[in-house]
């Protein structure tokens, strides 16, 4: 007999892309579906397509399912109830409908019959199994209850249903689980002939089912409890999930406790602390918040192992109150003077903000006017030091520059030095090419014209002023970043969107006989940012991949949830191959910084096309395997990463679009 996981979610969803009725949705950084009403029969596929070698059910089995449960309002009247219908958001539409009392996670159902001849149904605090018996005339439906199973408090929830004969076992996030033995038993042959499976309904639009569909797994055999109930993070208990619904786990810091070799009869439960009775005698209980490992005596929890002291990589470390919400951040350090963060604001007054590393924190130092500023760059030529500001807006006399500010060392303070007329500024960049200075502004967009001139300045020695050398078209560009490699010069810009589309081509110039020339496009998705870094003596770019929307063809599931990319550079081939893809979520940012020997990268994640709250995430170099998510740290609308160092140690601080908080983070080694 085959006892492979049979994945009947996946079934459901073709290779080319998803079925109509179903969109992918993220939540608590965990990707599932939703099902529309519409269509339940799209939502359906032969049973015959599991069952190859034979039209029967399997005997036992477990039914593994991943599920977040839309929470009904404890109170809506029925006036209520027809209006909130109505709204503007896509989760709005489904309170009417989340209030039906049943609904169906999925039913294998015989062709030109109403009866469920296997299903699962969920109403408020209750699990229904039901399945038909057809020894006798007719057959006749029976129904396995589960009470007090609440799934409604916005979690994900992992459940395990273990069928064999007359037992039937449910496990709710792998904690004790709730054994029933019924009179009835499960079919030791149920045909399957003709029969379909639907996903989250019953054939009918009626009762379908409204929460997020992660995982529904048929495993034929054995109780699949102990095989799911090994995952650290309950979320992550999974036999087999959709590849669209796949993200980076979730990688626990340490989870050799749980390799700890267990008898197949002992069950370690996950979770808060479950009753220890007689019941549960011998039973063990991991307290993953403690990382601790427990022994139920039949009256108390006896600790097994030395609770460990939570090594944590990076720690908050200082909530930074800022003027407004915050583009971009630049941390710079001013010789003999100390340590900056100069944050771009959004509203004017009193527009951007200098802090100074006082005291291990950064403490208000300087406030400068500023148009919705996006980002700031420090830079020096020669003895003198310069801080340029990219404004987005116009000022109140409806005169649009950006700016570049210089540091007074009577005064010590920026003050104003030379204005530049930008348009919808994003960026500024300054590099040495040769001995002379320059730099390269990106203008975003002017009016609703996204493909204007950037413009890249030179430092005439004999002025003082930066004077235009060169101009480049860009398509809603984001995001200039120079780079040398060996005597070679390199200006890549980030162009994010052409008036139609964001899937445009960003481009990268190389320096040649006293300009940029083209030397290698390559295609992005509403670039916001590249970031070039070496590992050793390897040279890499890598992309932050915003937004996938192009007006000519069919909207994606998500514009958000796309892969942002990492190229190397071949000295071979001369160009940028690409190296590797990481999913982000409207990712704004790349950071890359090392600690010791190892190299890191963060990326801003900002979207995910539900929620500005989105994990962001450290990735670890691991040689061969690339980039490995190492951390994955909670940001609202992530704009902006910096990483910096101080005589105490490593930082990072990040900037959020969405709120007017930024945070330094400490990087805690060992
Ligand atoms: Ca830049
Ligand atoms: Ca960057
Ligand atoms: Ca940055």
Known sequence: TDLRPLDILSEVVPASGLARGMRVFQVQGVRGFQLAASRPRALGFPASRLFIHCDCFPEEFSIIVTLRVLSVPAKVSTAGRARCGQGPSPMAGLSARALQRNEYIFTLMAEESPSVLVGLRYAPDKLHFLFWSQEQAGGWQTRVTFHNISLSNNQWHTLVLAVSGQSFSLTVDCSIPKDMVVETPFPASLSVKRASFYLGNRRRRKGVFTGLLRQLVLLPGADATPRICTAMNLKEAMLSVPTVLQDVPTKPASNEVLKYPYETDTKVTLGSPPPCTKQEKA???FDASQRG????????WISMLEVKQRL???EEYQNLVTNSETMGVEVFSIPKVGLFAATANRYTPPGSAIYKWTDGKFVPYQ??????AQSWKYFTIGKKIFLAVANFEQNDRGQEFSVVYKWSRRKEKFVMYQRIPTHSARDWEAFVIEGE???AVVNHREGNNHNIDSVIYRWNPRTGLFETNQTIPTSGAYDWEFFTIGPYSFLAVANTFNGTSTKIYSHIYIWLSGSFQLFQSILTFGAADWEVFHIGDRVFLAVANSHSYDSGTAAPSNFYAINSSIYELNITAQMFVKFQDLLTYSALDWEFFSVGDDSFLVVANSFDGFTFSVNSIIYRWQGYEGFVAA????TVGCRDWEAFHTAEGSYLLYSSAKEPLS????????
């Open 283 to 285: 039973q063990f209980w």
């Open 293 to 300: 490992l427990y022994l139920c005596n039949g009256s108390a």
């Open 312 to 314: 944590d990589y990076v």
């Open 367 to 372: 406030n400068i006017p500023t148009y919705q």
């Open 437 to 439: 200075a320059f730099l």
């Open 631 to 634: 951390h994955h740290l909670p």
């Open 663 to 670: 945070k330094v983070l400490k990087l805690k080694t060992t």
